[in-house]
């Protein structure tokens, strides 16, 4: 492969990094999870924030298969952190009957993972 040929296809990359990005600003995405654990009732969340992430900023769909117990749970981010600091991992803690899920179940994870090391507690 040329240089030039290259060069043009990283600024095409780019460019359509670029516009998926701005594209999905105002939706509901899944959020990058690092990592999860149900711990005394809790239901303990690690994500990448950038600086304004707050607990607030997710929400919860909890879908049950036909196995009773079994629960799989998709994190929402309903917001964008649009700091500008350097990405780092935070964890956040809900109440079970927050997320939405029952003491007994089985939890799954459907959000996509990421690996951070946590840094920050809230």
């Given amino acids: 492969m040329s240089k030039k040929t290259t060069v043009m296809t990283s600024l ?3 460019l ?11 939706t509901k995405d899944a959020a990058a ?3 999860y654990r149900i ?9 990448v924030s950038q600086g304004c992430t707050k607990k607030e900023d997710f929400d919860f769909e909890v879908r049950r298969s036909g196995q009773a117990g079994d629960a799989a ?8 952190d ?3 600091r350097m ?3 935070m964890t ?12 007994s179940e089985k939890v799954r994870l459907l959000n996509p993972t990421t690996s951070l090391k946590p840094t920050s507690r809230s």
Avoid: Y
């Fill in 87 to 89: 990405p780092f991992a």
């Fill in 92 to 103: 956040f803690q809900f109440g079970l009957s927050e997320v939405g899920l029952r003491e």
């Fill in 82 to 84: 649009k700091c500008k």
């Fill in 33 to 35: 999870v690092v990592d």
């Fill in 73 to 80: 749970v998709l994190v929402i981010r309903n917001r964008e």
């Fill in 12 to 14: 095409l990359a780019l």
């Fill in 16 to 26: 359509f990094t670029s516009l998926s990005a701005c594209a999905g600003k105002d």
């Fill in 39 to 47: 711990h005394n009732d809790q239901f303990e969340l690690t994500v």
